[in-house]
């Protein structure tokens, strides 16, 4: 079994966490067609090699950034993410 490293929590189980897409997947702004949604959630890029990725801590619920090599499986380190609060 492998280990990630939460953020908040530390090494824990890979079963604890949950895949939540590219990090580098930007969301379609304003008024878009059913084929930009229908990519955006569904399509992956699915990169061979270095990727960013969000996951969720699932005891936690915390959301956070992870960096890793697809083909290894070795991570390189984790963030947390920051959420913007508009003023």
Request: hydrophobic fraction near 40%; glycine fraction near 8%.
């Amino acid at each position: 079994m492998q280990l990630f490293t939460c953020p908040f929590c530390g090494p824990r189980a890979e079963t604890e966490f949950h895949f939540g897409g590219d990090a580098g997947n930007a969301r379609p702004e304003g008024d878009v067609d059913v084929v930009a949604w229908s990519d955006y959630l569904y399509f992956r890029n699915n990169r061979r090699g270095l990727s960013r990725e969000i996951w969720v801590h699932l005891p936690c619920c915390e959301v956070f950034v992870m960096e890793r090599d697809t083909i290894t499986h070795e991570v390189i380190g984790t963030e947390a993410m920051v959420a913007e609060i508009e003023a």
